[in-house]
């Protein structure tokens, strides 16, 4: 048991995961601009400088109102000299820096690139320092060769660069549904992500399965593949075998994809109603994950991949740091102790932490 320390009603804390963020965000104008600064650090591989930018703008987005005068930042946590100034600028039309940004070649350019399927800040910098600047001047450049995702990035670009919707996704859900009872009528599909958090669209719809008997994990998902496959309704597909290990513990490296079966996938979905006349095409090309965690790791899994990334970041931080508990996306350990959760709330108790709601997880 903690302790539970009474703050003034006022108080914002330093970590994400003791905020109720949700999609209601009444500083839009300033988070925008702080995560144009972000994204930018982030694209010339600045990933430290970029997450103050980032933490900035998730404390603003947690706010019940809208910042009236800059002297109200001076109480919240994680806001810096930049972004103070960057929110003091914005709040006069839009910041010179930002301007600057969002005209910038490399930065346009880098945004473009990296917005392919497969494509990453390293390849997008590769392509530009060789003096590309569009998709059409990268196609005729024979010397830059694709993989396998960037290839299927390209082929699909149109359809995968729109956002994809909850009707989009609830309707996959049907499809993916049907394909894992088919072959294992005992596991279940749950939608994760940021549908999961109440979005509604998604640059992708993330999956999590469920299956009840020890080892059918490492089935389930080369079985729905095939399946797909059959049903030709599979345009990419990119299956990581589980390199999970039960008996290792929890990293520290906050980035670190977990190792749980998973797989990267671009679907065929079907429209409901009016066919693409001009294309001659009936469906959308949809960025799909699945993922496939032991049953006794399933919490664990479900809670990682339902985000946001940065409330997942804070979560991480919070219990090694207060509580010197190591948590990732496969377990949480207390010394050497796994601590079992059968539900979400069992992982914020072991922590000492109010439960926080998928849909209060946008930080
Ligand atoms: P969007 O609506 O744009 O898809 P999202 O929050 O769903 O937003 P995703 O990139 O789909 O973003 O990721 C969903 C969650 O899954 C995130 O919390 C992310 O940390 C986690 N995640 C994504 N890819 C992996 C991976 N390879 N290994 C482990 N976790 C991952
Ligand atoms: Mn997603
Ligand atoms: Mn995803």
């Known amino acids: 048991h903690y ?38 650090l982030e694209l010339s591989g600045n990933q430290g400088p970029s997450l103050a930018f980032r933490k900035a703008a ?3 987005k947690s ?12 109480h919240l946590p994680c806001l810096g000299e930049h ?45 530009f320092c060789r003096g590309l600047r569009t998709f059409a001047e990268r196609m005729s450049e024979p010397s830059v060769r694709l993989n396998r995702m960037q290839t299927a ?50 640059h992708d719809v993330d999956f999590i399965i469920k299956t009840p008997e020890a080892g059918q994990e490492d089935v389930i998902l080369p079985a729905v593949i095939k399946r797909f496959k059959s049903q030709n309704i599979l345009l990419y597909s990119d299956l990581q075998e589980s390199t999970f290990d039960l008996r290792k513990l929890p990293t520290h490296c906050f980035d670190a994809m977990d190792h ?14 009016e066919m693409d006349a001009r294309a001659g095409k009936d469906w959308k090309a949809v960025r799909v994950d699945l993922v496939a965690p032991p049953l006794e790791r399933f919490t664990y899994a479900l809670l990682g991949w339902t985000g946001s990334t940065l409330f997942l970041r804070d979560l991480r ?11 990732d996306n496969h377990a949480l350990y ?27 997880r946008n930080a």
């Open 317 to 327: 931080r919070f219990a090694r740091l207060e509580r010197g508990k190591l948590l």
């Open 63 to 74: 706010l019940p109102a809208a910042l009236r005068r800059q002297e109200e930042t001076q």
């Open 58 to 60: 998730s404390v603003l």
């Open 260 to 273: 749980f079966g998973k797989c990267f996938l671009i679907m065929k979905l079907k429209h409901e109603q």
């Open 153 to 202: 990035g390209f082929l699909f670009y149109e359809d995968i660069s729109k956002p994809v919707s909850r009707t989009e996704a609830s309707a996959l859900k049907i499809i993916v549904e049907e394909a894992v009872i088919c072959v294992n009528p005992s596991a279940t599909v749950s939608i994760t992500g940021g549908f999961r958090r109440g979005k509604e669209f998604g």
């Open 334 to 360: 207390d010394k050497n102790t796994f601590l079992p959760a059968n539900t979400e709330e069992d992982i914020f108790a072991h922590l000492g932490l109010e439960y926080i709601e998928p849909w209060q």
């Open 83 to 127: 972004s103070r100034a960057i929110i003091e600028i914005s709040e006069c039309g839009s910041s010179s820096r930002v301007e600057e940004i969002l005209n910038d070649e490399r930065y346009r350019t880098m945004k473009l690139f990296s917005s392919v399927f497969g494509v990453g800040p390293k390849t997008a910098e590769n392509w």
């Open 3 to 40: 302790i539970q320390v009474t703050k003034p009603e006022s108080a914002v804390s330093p970590y994400a995961c003791q905020r109720r963020t949700t999609l209601d965000n009444h500083n839009k104008i300033f988070t925008d601009a702080l995560e144009v600064l972000a994204e930018n």
